[in-house]
């Protein structure tokens, strides 16, 4: 059988994503495995018909679909997302209906789930039928144990297709509003004081609900802030997944265009940033995506720092927690404070007003007292994953974050905390007899565990 795979690597062939299509080809040389590349060659595609259509007979040809990509930054490369945001606007969806397809990538396993959970639900927009997806570590192809899962799941693909085997949708399809947004007049002005206010946005038309949420939410406040639209910076292209940023956080596109210099004199100055996009697709734009993808730049380390974040969003938000989830964890782990998410879903206008104003009051509220709202999992989880990777098999070539990492206490690894090891020791050997266990147990567990915490509602 015929598998055209969408390979969304910028690096085409070169990639670590690709050995393990080859891997699978090697093993399965009675299919043939056509591999184009998609974000590579993401310019040529979007500027002529002729080579986007290929890419589309190819689909259209094909007994089965493979969307094989690396992770950019909880997701996929914006020239990936480009491609798809192209299926829809070029009407070429009926390519894709009913044709069997899965997904591979290859990461850190850093929000891979999130990036599976938006191929999976593009799958199931275009009415695909969804296998299922391989998630692998960069080096799993290394490993005997890994190389069987991939022949397996290899197996389970070209079976279903054969065999025509069902498949269930995950993902219900999103449902637009055709809610007009009216702002009012705002009556009170919240007073920024000396802080920073940044909004950032890919609007293109003033019109829009986005538009217009972002020139009242702009009024709510004393002086006039500056308002950053993507399409007005000079962003020559995505990320080239070079790593030439890992010795000393220097992009490789240099100045040979403005981006670093925005990020750093804009974004990274600001006190306050507010994030407003219009939901496309099951994310924001493929300009969005770029936006973060560049930001790489700065590789592992925080470029969020003591940041109110708000976003300003039009869209069925609610109905896709997937994008909230990535935005949460891309502020979270770089230690940014996400304050609130709006959106015009309310669809009443009084309280679209409300919304909006509260979201300002806050954002400089919070930035006044210096508050920062706990992280979750998103970050700490997160954090965790790169740091044990910067301190053990990255370190090379990612110089920059290991410095930082070391000179901020970053490998905070629980080894070095001596006082509970010491600890550890003395009751695992107190558990190892009986009477001692069954009172540890069933007698001291519970207020033993509370005891440092009432130590504090005692003293402060």
Known sequence: MRIAVLNGSPKGDVSVTMQYVHYIQKKFPQHELKILNISQKIKVIKKNEKPFQQIIDEVKSSDGVLWAFPLYFLLVHS??????????????ESAFKNKYTAALSTSIHFYDHT???YINAICDDLNMEYVGSFSADMYDLLKEKEREKLILFAEHFFGAIEKKLPTSKN?????????????????????????????????????????????RFSRSFSDEVEVINLHNVDIKGGCLGCIQCGY???????????????????????????????????????KWK??????????????????????????????????????EAYFEVNQGSVVDFITDECEDSAEMDVLLQNLAERLIQYGHEGYMKPVTFLAVGGTK???DDIYGRFRFPFRADHKL???????????????????????ML????PSMRKDIYTGRMKTEMIKPLQNILETK
């Not at 990936?80 to 009407?91: A, C, D, S, T």
């Not at 920024?192 to 538009?211: M, W």
């Open 79 to 92: 020239n990936y997302k480009r491609f798809i945001e192209l299926i829809w606007e070029n009407g070429t």
């Open 115 to 117: 990036a599976h959970n």
């Open 171 to 215: 993902f219900h399809p999103v449902i637009h509003s055709e809610f007009d947004y009216v702002p009012s007049d705002v009556k009170t002005k919240v007073d920024i004081g000396n802080r920073k206010i940044v909004i950032l946005t890919d609007s293109e038309d003033d019109q829009t609900n986005l538009g217009k949420m972002i020139k």
């Open 248 to 286: 000393d956080n220097n992009c490789s596109y240099g100045d040979k265009d403005g981006y670093v210099e925005f990020f750093n004199t804009k974004v990274k100055t600001a006190d306050v940033i507010v994030i407003a996009g219009t939901i496309r697709d099951r994310y924001l734009s493929s």
């Open 290 to 327: 770029m936006f973060f993808d560049r930001s790489f730049f700065n590789t592992h380390t925080p470029t969020m720092m003591g940041k109110q974040i708000g976003f300003v969003i039009s869209g069925p938000l609610s109905q896709i927690p997937n994008v909230r989830q990535i935005l």
């Open 385 to 387: 994953i790169f740091r």
């Open 405 to 427: 990492y070391r000179k901020h206490g970053f490998y905070d690894f629980p080894q070095k905390d001596y006082k509970s090891r010491l600890r550890n020791s003395i009751m």
């Open 430 to 433: 107190l558990n190892k007899i």
